[in-house]
T-cell receptor, first 114, second 113 residues
């Protein structure tokens, strides 16, 4: 299996621009998680989906962030407008009933907002 | 508020010794706790999961303990090797929302040859 796939791997943008991060979970996994990681705050859960339905979005920082999962094999995290404080590494992870609580992480997207 | 604390200082040990990492949590009672390893520039990788009714779990050179009275988990790597050098993350499950993990900041481990 290819594992969780994320794109782009690196993104540099200017403040105010829209940023879209993409994730393809492991085939057959029905849970998908979006995380943000910074040195100061560590790994923070932003939102997670089960069977394409958002279950908990309490970690989404503000209205500038939105996430969608239109089908079982694709999800996006959008930031509009982006701000310098959004600079971080964004990870997508997936899991399934078979893997139980174990989460499989993608390689991350390193975002820099200037 | 719920809080996870891991050794904030980096841990440096000699090859062959046992590394012990600590994870303390406050203000909740997780149903289980996971340990992950993270290498620079990569996503976390699952290592072990221990449930609240388990005292100890082992996998090869790894051992995890879970003391619900002390609200603490210890992670041990025996016969450590330079390849074990990484950041280790503790993640107890959020009580009542078992898929939601609360993550510690991690402990950086360096095993010196």
């Amino acid at each position: 299996d290819a594992g969780v796939i994320q794109s782009p791997r690196h993104e540099v943008t200017e403040m105010g621009q829209e940023v879209t991060l993409r994730c393809k979970p492991i085939s057959g996994h029905d849970y998908l998680f979006w995380y943000r990681q910074t040195m100061m705050r560590g790994l923070e859960l932003l939102i997670y989906f089960n069977n394409n339905v958002p279950i908990d979005d309490s970690g989404m920082p503000e209205d500038r962030f939105s996430a969608k999962m239109p089908n079982a094999s694709f999800s996006t995290l959008k930031i509009q407008p982006s701000e310098p404080r959004d600079s971080a590494v964004y990870f997508c992870a997936s899991s399934s009933q078979e893997t139980q609580e174990t989460q499989y992480f993608g390689p991350g997207t390193r975002l820099l907002v200037l | 508020s719920q809080k996870i604390e891991q050794n904030s200082e980096a841990l440096n040990i000699q090859e062959g010794k046992t590394a012990t990492l600590t994870c303390n949590y406050t203000n909740y009672s997780p149903a289980y706790l996971q340990w992950y390893r993270q290498d620079p520039g990569r996503g976390p990788v699952f290592l072990l999961l221990i449930r609240e009714n388990e005292k100890e779990k082992r996998k090869e050179r790894l051992k995890v303990t879970f003391d619900t009275t002390l609200k603490q988990s210890l992670f041990h790597i025996t016969a450590s090797q330079p390849a074990d050098s990484a950041t280790y993350l503790c993640a107890p499950a959020n009580a009542g929302n078992n898929r939601k993990l609360i993550w510690g900041l991690g402990t950086s481990l360096a095993v010196n040859p």
